[in-house]
């Protein structure tokens, strides 16, 4: 028998790890005599930060999910960044509206390069992680050959794209949107609920009629146009694109994603895994601002190593959830004992 | 009748698919003659290149077959060599011995290894998320060493001289075929290889079986650090330096490596020792023949192209006799 969870269980179990998140890294900065957010700037980036973190691990999580390991999500969002940059560019040169037409054209062919790899995954029928290595070093040497190896500066550096990246409400929107379609998607339509049936059963869905193939080709679609997005935030953020990655160096994108997938996830047990991810989306942009405070003392090696720690410790806590339970209650079963 | 006559097609077929990478292989080799020869460059040199660059690949891959059997793959692999050979460079810098260095490197390179499995295997972390967060830290401290004690660009490294006699294609040979061999004992001929197949084509039965789960994987890991840690000693020969971006490509050309050998993702009781060496190999030789076809700077991205599409392609026909109704997860 499920057991249905309490109001305040489900607002305990979604807040408890943001709010532990706030109170450490304030705290720290309170206590070096520091302001995580001095200026408006920051918020920006925070907020900024945050929508690339959330949306890349939707992006990760849609076939993560379903058992569909994907190498390939950083090299759509640089390829379909690169791509739109200079279609826009060659269409405004930098003009106004620039930052609009780059963004919907970002989705639209960061859609196709996801249809595409998708088409290859289902046409050769190979595991998706083999083909997702496939698709990365050809989505890199196509990014490598558009580039030349460099840089894409002037395509990306204008006053449209820099009034998106000059106020948090632009990301804040692409945040909302990005979360209501996302949600709307996988938890109200059929195509959603086959999803759901796929990822639990992929055996018995299938045999009950769910069509897998078009199944899979949609997440792929939806996830190149989510890394579409991140490609064009990305290329906002830091205002350029780098074009010279190869032989698998556009992969770092995803690892980013991982920590806050599994928050997410755990969030999402009491409430809805997509918030869980924007939750976990803006805990990591809280430890990225902090990082960003005390950049003197902190290194990126440092941050790298940090990261890499809280992934490990929050991981060994899930995955040993069920026994530190079983032990806590056999304490408080003892205590009383005693008493 | 018919139906012994459908048997002996379909094993004739297995075979020519099983034989199809050592094929590739021999056509890559004799496809690099052919390109250096009407370049009108020296074959020898090209030959020495393409070895030195396979031998390191070939080794550390030989060693990951042991992980990937079971079903597990590790992306940390290549910052474990670099983190290996910096804390080797670091030791020998301190105490002028190259027995102490060989030692430390080995030494780091199955404790780094050893904590993955631990981790994995003790707190029950999923074996992939383990080595993303192994790459990140083992390459993070690489990096920190290496730019505190030398700087990013130039890096750190040893007197070419204590090296350079053992930088020769016969030692490197013996070392690569050593190891090799030890795999192939371990793998083929005692029950630790069998145990490793059987748990990776179906882990829950061979539980079931008796077979100790942390106890295998543990081995496959210590196996798959002996392999980093001679393979970071072989890259410290070929080039007595490491910068933060040594072997940085290693861990992902693994992956490539022994599927283009012809062992399934999966692992299990079709996981091949050769298919690393075999694989290794073959890529390294792809990506050469590439780059000498295609001679410009731009053309490091069309090789890329070239060389993934050939990948998709031994990979699409190795796997034919696969096929199953369900897409593949």
């Known amino acids: ?339 | 009748m018919a139906q012994s006559e459908l048997v002996k097609k379909h094993r004739v077929r297995e075979l020519l698919v099983a034989l199809l990478p050592i094929a590739a292989l021999a056509v890559l080799f004799g496809a690099l003659c052919l390109v250096v020869n009407i370049k009108g460059y020296r074959l020898d040199m090209y030959l020495k290149i393409v070895f030195n660059e396979g031998v390191v690949l070939a080794i550390v891959a030989t060693g990951a077959i042991f992980i990937y059997s079971l079903g597990s793959f590790d992306i940390s692999l290549g910052a474990s060599t670099l983190f290996s050979a910096t804390i080797g460079v670091m030791v020998y810098n301190a105490s002028g011995s190259l027995p102490l260095m060989i030692l430390t490197i080995f030494g780091v390179a199955i404790g780094c290894s050893l904590l993955s499995s631990v981790l994995a295997s003790v707190f029950h972390i999923p074996v992939f998320v383990t080595t993303v967060a192994m790459m990140s830290v083992l390459s993070a401290v690489a990096a920190q060493i290496i730019t505190t004690n030398g700087g990013a660009l130039g890096g750190i490294g040893i007197p070419a001289t204590v090296v350079a006699p053992l930088d020769n294609v016969p030692f490197k040979l013996i070392a690569l075929a050593a190891f090799a061999l030890l795999c192939v004992f371990v793998f083929d001929f005692t029950k630790i290889g069998r145990r490793l197949k059987f748990l990776g084509s179906n882990a829950v039965c061979a539980k079931l079986s008796g077979i100790k789960v942390n106890v295998y994987a543990i081995i496959a890991f210590v196996m798959a650090g002996l392999g980093v840690g001679l393979g970071a000693f072989l890259t410290l020969v070929y080039t007595p330096s490491v910068t933060p971006t040594t072997a940085g490509s290693i861990g992902m050309n693994i992956l490539v490596a022994i599927v283009f050998g012809g062992m399934p993702i999966s692992g299990g009781s079709r996981s091949r020792i050769y298919a690393a060496l075999v694989g290794g190999f073959s890529y390294i030789l792809l990506n050469n023949i590439l780059k000498i076809v295609i001679d410009s700077g731009a053309g490091y991205g069309i090789s890329q192209i070239v060389s993934a599409v050939f990948f998709l392609a031994v990979v699409y026909v190795t796997s034919m006799n696969y096929r199953t109704k369900l897409l593949p997860r």
């Open chain 1, 1 to 339: 028998m499920i057991k249905r969870q309490s109001i305040g269980t489900k607002l305990i179990g979604t807040l408890a790890i943001p709010a532990a998140f706030a109170a450490i890294l304030f705290g720290l900065c309170a206590a070096e005599g520091k302001t995580m957010f001095a200026t408006p700037i920051s918020v920006n980036y925070f907020v900024l930060y945050a929508a690339i973190v959330m949306i890349t691990t939707m992006a990760l999580s849609i076939n993560l999910n379903s058992g569909r390991f994907d190498f390939s999500l950083g090299a759509m969002a640089v390829l379909s960044s690169v791509l739109s940059a200079k279609i826009t560019y060659a269409l405004l040169q930098g003009g106004s509206g620039s930052a609009v037409v780059m963004l919907l054209l970002g989705v639209v062919i960061g859609a196709v390069l996801g249809l595409l790899s998708g088409l290859l995954y289902v046409g050769l029928r190979i595991p998706p992680i083999i083909t997702s290595l496939g698709v990365t070093l050809i989505y890199e040497g196509v990014t490598f050959t558009v580039t030349s190896g460099k840089y894409v500066n002037t395509e990306v550096r204008n006053a449209s794209m820099s009034a998106f990246s000059g106020t948090w409400i632009w990301p804040a929107l692409v945040i909302l949107v990005v979360l209501a379609l996302i949600w709307f998607i996988f938890d109200r339509t059929k195509f959603g609920y086959d999803y759901k049936a796929l990822q639990n059963g992929q055996k018995v869905a299938v045999n009950t009629g769910i069509r897998e193939v078009p199944n899979a080709l949609v997440c792929y679609v939806i996830c190149g146009a989510l890394m579409g997005i991140v490609g064009f935030l990305s290329a906002t953020r830091s205002s350029t694109i780098n074009g010279g990655s190869l032989n698998f160096g556009s992969i770092g994108i995803m690892f980013t994603a991982f920590l806050p997938m599994f928050i997410g996830g755990y969030i999402g047990r009491f409430s809805n895994d997509k918030l869980g991810y924007l939750i976990a989306a803006l805990c990591m942009s809280l430890l990225n601002s902090t990082f960003a405070v005390f950049s003197n003392q902190i290194s990126a090696s440092m941050q790298s190593i940090i990261n890499a720690l809280l992934l490990v410790i929050f991981l060994i806590y899930l995955s040993n959830e069920g026994l530190l339970k079983k032990l806590f209650q056999r304490k408080q079963s003892a205590s009383c004992g005693e008493r």
